[in-house]
Structures are given as structure tokens and as C-alpha cells.
């Protein structure tokens, strides 16, 4: 057993001696087998350490809370718990049970699956703490690590009362007309384009309807802008695209140190950020300077940070946050409802009827756009519900922790640790959705509506209690719009291809289970969203 007396007491200083011997290690051992084995045992010191420190016990039997075993750097951080974490959510759910811990580098996550834990736990979450850096280590901390999303107590307040007016429910209607016109203008040039539907006929879901949402939020924060601003704000969506998915794979850039050496992320980092500072510079000073546009969000957000009410890095990060972060967190909201109504032409076609029945007139339009879902459900906001049921935009969510000690199933969890939720432990696997649980079937909204309360603490979209997401009234309107206008002049189908069908075939509950269908992932980006292409179809075109 090991002597933990001679270990330092804190585990800042533990882990530096742990990546600093590895170091060593790797350039005494380059290319050696040693250096698998001495992972190996890095681990397994480290897997005893950690929970030395950090116990979770039953209050009664003393026993510990399931856990996996933490493997040396990441743990089951990013790569398992995102990129995998589709699979590894049931598997581990299957191995562990209900509730149990794994490691996101070497601090815990505890893991939610039951809706009565999510309450006890969430039921305050504006008095979370929100993990570092969502856990994901150095170039995420520089990153977004100050961001609104990832910050916590009195500076988060401070922050969230200077930036939420634009995206309050009650800004929304403003914005309706704006939305709607620019997506018109958008769907139809992409209908005309060669390569995109229209000619070929064939519309992929995500590349293709990528740019809309992000200039359409671009608009919102920053008014028109003018051609250079909005090509150069196009062009930085690659790099930043590259450095993020360096944050995801993780690795050595988790580290602090890693700012000393050489290393391409790093070099990235600080090149991205530059751009992003400089461009909003020049965003912000249009915005002074056009007619009538000083009412721009964006004039106020700088103006909080002149009042001391944030920094300027808390900003700038808070605006990436808002446009490149939920690019693809949007983007899998809108385009799995394609794919699944593509796939379900019954419920295409009986949502196009309602649409049609809204599309009269303007203020018709507009307020079934703008309807809440509380007051007046709709069959669009039900296809929307079940698309993000069925396909949460990540497996697990922002680890947070209490303020105080939660007791679930009897273990003490110690205020300050992590939790997580497993969104397909919620969303799917949980009977309460019943037998079809797996199916793609929107009227369950409309049917369940009666009971709206019992869901609260059931289903993960934008988060649970208090502290939820900024943009949720505004993502909605944006993929309601698109939808619409989709619906309204194209048939949407599956286009499948030989190897598909072949797949498809071999998966024999797809008939049931539209939570199985073997439709291609995009397993590159750690947002889940579709990989495939949807044949549209003018509705014109279409005999009656
Ligand atoms: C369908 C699209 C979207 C989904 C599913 C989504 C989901 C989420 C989730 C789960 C959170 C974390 C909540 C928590 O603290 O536990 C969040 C936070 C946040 N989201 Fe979204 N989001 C979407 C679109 C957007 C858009 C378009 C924006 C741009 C305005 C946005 C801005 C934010 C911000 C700033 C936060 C941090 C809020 C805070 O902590 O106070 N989101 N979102
Ligand atoms: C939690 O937040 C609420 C409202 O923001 C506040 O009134 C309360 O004192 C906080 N509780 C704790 C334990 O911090
Ligand atoms: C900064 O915070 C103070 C106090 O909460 C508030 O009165 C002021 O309007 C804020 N400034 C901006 C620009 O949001
Ligand atoms: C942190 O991770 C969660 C998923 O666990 C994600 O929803 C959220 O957007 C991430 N935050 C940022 C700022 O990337």
C-alpha cells in the first residue's frame, strides 16, 4: 500500500509532479513500450490519491460511490465523455448503475441519470459553481474559460444584467421580421446554388444552413454590418473551428505549462484571439458610427466593461461564446428536426398543414413564431421538443457543482463537487417517456402538455432551474423560422445511398426505434449533428 504521508497536500503541486515526471519520462523514453506502462501506473497512483482525497460515501454502509478508473491525462474528459459519449453513456450507466463519478482530467464529475437527483440538484442553479473551464483544461480556460457561461457567483450576476436584454423573451418580437426575411433571402439563393438544393436537389442539414443562424445572431449583437466585417467574421469560423477541436482532443494542452512550449494550439490560440479582439474593435466602432445603429447590443457590452460591470476578456470571450460556441449547438437543433421530419413524411406533411394555417398574413405568422410553448402548444414546438429529445447536443452537461451537501440514494455528495447529467439517461432511456421512447413521435408533446410540471425536471434542452441558456428564446425563433420556410416550399426526403441502405438493413430495430437509426454522425465535431444529405424538392414542382 502506499505511504500517502510523503504526498503534497495539495493536488495543484500533485499534479505537477505528475505531468513533470511524465515529461521526463517521455523525452528519456521516446518511442519505448516503457512509456504504455508507466500510463499504466501513473493511473493507478493517481486513481488511489484521488480518491483518497476526494472520498464519496454511502451515510450508512461507508461505502463508496461507483466510480470509473481514472486514466492518466484526460480521464474520461472530452474525448470519452463527447466524442463517445453517445456509446459510453448506456455503457456506463449499464456497468455503474444510476449514479456514479467518473474523471474529466483529474477532477470528478458526478453523474445524474434520475429526475428526482436532477431536482435536489438543480433546483438551485443560480448558486452553482461552474466547473474551470467546463473541466476541460488550459486552452479551454483561455479560450471561453471566462465566458458567461462558464463564470459563477457575483461576477456572473454582474455580467448576465449587462448582456441579457437583447435575448429576454420580450426582445424577440423585434427581431421576427429581420429573421424571417433574411432566411427567405438565404434559402432561396442555397435553392439556386449548383451544388446545394435546387438543381441537385439535395440540401445537407448542417454545412449547408451553417452561416444563417450565425449571421442572423451576428445581426442581433452587432447591427448590419458592412461587407469587410461580416467576410472577415465568415473567415475566422475555421480557425477557430481547428483551435476547438485541439481543446477537445485534449492532451498536454490541459496543462498550463504548455504555454511555454512551442506547440501549434498554443500559437493558434493566441493568433485567434488576437483576430477576435481586433475584429470586435472594429465591429463596435461601426456600430457607433452608422445611422441609427447605435442601439446595437454591442454598443451596451462595451459600455458595461467602460462601468467596471465586466472585463473586456470576460466580453470578448462571452461574444464567442454567443456566436462561434453555439454555431454547431444551433446547428444540431435545427438540423436533426430536418432529418427527422425527412424521415417521418406523415408528420412533415401534418405540420406543413399547420404551418399553412399560419401563414396568412404577417401577424399570423409572426405570433406562431413567437407563441410559447407554456400558453400555446404547437406542432412545430412539439417536432422541435422531440428532434432535441431524441438527440441532445451532448451527452453530458456543463459539469457545476452546490453549495452545499446533496444527499442522493443515500451517498453524501460534498458541496463543491461536479455533477453532470447523462441527457440520453434522461431524455430516452427513462420509462416515463414510455414504450415508444425510442420513436420519433411529436404528438407525445401535445399529449403531455396537460402535465407540463412533471417534465421539469425531466428532459435536457437548455438546462434545469434558475440558471439556464441565454439564447434558448432566440434559437427557438431562428429554427422555427427556418423550418417554416423549408416546409413551406420544398418536400424534404431521405436521400440514401447503396452503402445506407445496406447499414440500415443489417440494423433491425430501426423500424421502432429512431433513437438506433444508423444515420452517419459527424463524429469529428463534439456537438452530435447529422451527416447526410436531404433531397428537397420545389413543392411547386410536385404534382398536387
Ligand atoms: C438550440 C440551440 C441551443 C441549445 C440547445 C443551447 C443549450 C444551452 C445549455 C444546455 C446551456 C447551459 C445551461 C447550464 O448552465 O446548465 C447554455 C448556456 C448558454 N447559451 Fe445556449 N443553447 C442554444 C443556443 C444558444 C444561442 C443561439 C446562444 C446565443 C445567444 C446561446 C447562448 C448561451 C449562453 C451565453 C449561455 C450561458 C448562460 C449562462 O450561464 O448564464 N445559446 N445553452
Ligand atoms: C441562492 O441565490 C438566491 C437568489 O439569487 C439567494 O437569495 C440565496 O441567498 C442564495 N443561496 C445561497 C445558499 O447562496
Ligand atoms: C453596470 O452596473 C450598474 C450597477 O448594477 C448598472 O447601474 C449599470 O447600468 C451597468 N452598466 C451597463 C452599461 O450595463
Ligand atoms: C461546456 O460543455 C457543455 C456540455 O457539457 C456545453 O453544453 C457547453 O456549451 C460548454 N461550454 C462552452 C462555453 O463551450
Known amino acids: 500500500m502506499l505511504e500517502l504521508s510523503v504526498l503534497p ?26 512509456l504504455a506502462d508507466l500510463r499504466i501506473l501513473i493511473s493507478r497512483v493517481a486513481n488511489i490519491i484521488l480518491l483518497r482525497y476526494y472520498p464519496i460515501k454511502h451515510v450508512e454502509r461507508a461505502t463508496n460511490l461507483p466510480f470509473l478508473p481514472y486514466i492518466f491525462p484526460n ?37 445524474l441519470t434520475k429526475p428526482a437527483h436532477v431536482e435536489v440538484v438543480f433546483r438551485d442553479s443560480q448558486n452553482h459553481t461552474k466547473a474551470h473551464a467546463n473541466n476541460s483544461g488550459y486552452l479551454m480556460d483561455r479560450l471561453l474559460g471566462s465566458c458567461l457561461g462558464l463564470i459563477s457567483g457575483q461576477p456572473w450576476g454582474a455580467m448576465k444584467s449587462s448582456v441579457e436584454a437583447p435575448f429576454l423573451h420580450g426582445s424577440m418580437s423585434q427581431y421576427a421580421a429581420d429573421v424571417q426575411d433574411f432566411t427567405a433571402v438565404y434559402l432561396d439563393h442555397l435553392g439556386k446554388e449548383n451544388d446545394a438544393f435546387g438543381e441537385q436537389g439535395k440540401l445537407h442539414p ?37 483551435l476547438f477541436k485541439s481543446v477537445i482532443g485534449g492532451g498536454i494542452t490541459r496543462f498550463a505549462f504548455s504555454r511555454f512550449l512551442p506547440l501549434p494550439a498554443i500559437q ?6 488576437r483576430k477576435w ?72 406533411e401534418a405540420l406543413r398543414s399547420e404551418v399553412r394555417g399560419q401563414s396568412s398574413n404577417k ?25 432535441a429529445r431524441l438527440r441532445p447536443l451532448a451527452a453530458f452537461s456543463v459539469p457545476q457543482s452546490c ?44 399529449e403531455r402538455q396537460r402535465s407540463g410540471r412533471d417534465l421539469r425536471y425531466r428532459y435536457w434542452r437548455f438546462g434545469f432551474g434558475p440558471r439556464t441558456c441565454l439564447g434558448k428564446y432566440l434559437a427557438e425563433l431562428i429554427i422555427r423560422s427556418v423550418i417554416v420556410e423549408i416546409l413551406e416550399n420544398w418536400h424534404l426526403a431521405l436521400e440514401t445511398t447503396a452503402e445506407q441502405r445496406e447499414k440500415a438493413g443489417d440494423n433491425g430495430h430501426s423500424k421502432n ?15 452530435h449533428s447529422p451527416d447526410l444529405l436531404l433531397k428537397c424538392e420545389p413543392l411547386a414542382a410536385r404534382p398536387a
Open 513 to 527: 426505434s429512431d433513437e438506433g437509426r444508423n444515420w452517419p454522425w459527424d463524429d469529428e465535431v463534439w456537438i
Open 363 to 387: 401577424a399570423t405568422r409572426n405570433n406562431y413564431l413567437l407563441s410559447s410553448w407554456t400558453t400555446t402548444p404547437t406542432l412545430l414546438g412539439a417536432c422541435i421538443l422531440e428532434a
Open 75 to 111: 480521464g474520461q474528459g472530452n474525448v470519452e465523455k463527447f466524442l463517445r459519449g453517445r456509446a459510453n453513456s448506456a455503457k456506463w450507466e449499464n456497468e455503474y448503475g444510476g449514479l456514479y463519478r467518473l474523471w474529466s482530467g483529474m477532477n470528478g464529475e458526478v453523474v
Open 206 to 242: 448542417v454545412r449547408d444552413l451553417k452561416l444563417l443562424p450565425f449571421l442572423v445572431v451576428a445581426k442581433i449583437v452587432y447591427g448590419r454590418l458592412n461587407e469587410d466585417l461580416e467576410r472577415d467574421l465568415i473567415g475566422l469560423i475555421l480557425p477557430r473551428e481547428d
Open 277 to 348: 479582439a481586433q475584429w470586435n474593435d472594429r465591429a463596435h466602432t461601426h456600430a457607433l458610427k452608422g445611422p441609427g445603429q447605435s442601439t446595437a447590443p454591442v454598443v451596451a457590452m462595451y459600455r458595461a466593461v467602460e462601468d467596471g460591470n465586466m472585463t473586456r476578456e470576460q466580453l470578448l470571450q462571452t461574444l464567442d461564446e454567443i456566436l462561434f460556441a453555439n454555431i454547431d449547438v444551433t446547428m444540431g437543433g435545427l438540423s436533426w428536426v430536418l432529418v427527422f421530419l425527412a424521415a417521418h413524411p406523415d408528420v412533415q
Open 268 to 273: 493558434a490560440l493566441h493568433h485567434f484571439k
Open 403 to 446: 453549495p452545499s451537501p446533496r444527499i442522493l440514494d443515500g451517498f453524501e455528495i460534498p458541496a463543491g463537487t461536479n455533477f453532470v447529467i447523462d441527457s440520453y439517461a434522461l431524455n430516452i432511456r427513462d420509462a416515463f417517456w414510455g414504450a415508444d421512447r425510442e420513436r420519433f413521435r411529436p404528438e407525445r408533446w401535445l
Open 9 to 34: 497536500s495539495d493536488l495543484p503541486a500533485l499534479v505537477s509532479i505528475l505531468t513533470g515526471a511524465t515529461i521526463i519520462a517521455i523525452i528519456a523514453l521516446r518511442g519505448r513500450a516503457i
